[in-house]
């Protein structure tokens, strides 16, 4: 079966630092990637999302970046992190052809 | 272009009734359709998914939910309420399994 890890699950990072969030597929092979930013009490914004290796498509222009160099793993990025970045990062992954995302536990990313 | 609309923001019932969540899309195509719930610090769990098949659909934990082109509705239903039932809910459309557009959530309180 196929299952979707990310880590770290709650990170504290101080205004202007980078980050690094990194999330990974096992048991499937050349799946569509995403990353969500949830805002406290509000829906899911799309933030990145990638249909194969090196193909990133942005959805909001912002200070982060995604990568995917690897089939399976994906990664979100920031060179330096701004307040406004504070929120509940999510990473998906779907097969396309009207099948379902499915969604990692995300990462609680507070910003001071 | 596809939306979503999620009509109630708050949904408050007592244990043991039945629960309405409800959901109207928009959409040029003939759509696939998905609930998610999501607990407190946690990733979105799907609960169920119309693809074009039958249009009552079933999911997990008791939840149904019937697919009604002329309404363009996909109001989401449980007979009996439960306490582990409390969190937030998502209704999303898809086009074209790539590009998910997800509603603003309906959060969902059990009342003992």
């Known amino acids: 079966s196929q299952t979707i890890h990310q880590w770290p699950a709650t990170l504290v990072q101080p205004v202007g630092s980078p980050l690094s969030l990194e999330c990974t597929v096992e048991g499937t092979s050349n799946p569509n990637l995403y990353w969500y930013r949830q805002a406290a009490g509000r829906g899911l914004q799309l933030l990145f999302y990638?249909?194969?290796?090196?193909?990133i498509s942005s959805e909001v222009p912002q200070n982060l970046s995604a990568s995917r160099p690897q089939d399976r793993q994906f990664i979100l990025s920031s060179k330096k992190l701004l307040l406004s970045d504070s929120g509940f990062y999510l990473c998906?992954?779907?097969?396309?052809?009207?099948?379902?995302?499915?969604f990692g536990d995300g990462t609680r990313l507070s910003i001071l | 272009a596809q939306s979503v609309t999620q009509l109630d923001s708050h949904v408050s019932v007592s244990e043991g009734t039945p629960v309405l969540l409800r959901c109207n899309y928009s959409s040029s195509y003939s759509p696939s359709l998905f609930w998610y719930v999501q607990h407190p610090n946690k990733g979105l769990q799907l609960l169920l998914k119309y693809t074009s098949a039958a249009t009552l659909v079933k999911g997990i934990n008791g939840f149904e939910a019937e697919f009604k082109k002329s309404e363009t509705s996909f109001h989401l239903t449980k007979p009996s309420a439960h306490m582990s039932d409390a969190a937030e809910y998502f209704c999303?459309?898809?086009?074209?399994?790539?590009?998910?557009?997800f509603g603003p959530g309906t959060r969902l309180s059990v009342l003992p």
């Open positions: 999303v459309v898809s086009e074209d399994g790539q590009n998910f557009v």
């Open positions: 990638s249909v194969g290796i090196g193909q």
């Open positions: 998906a992954w779907g097969r396309g052809g009207h099948q379902p995302q499915h």
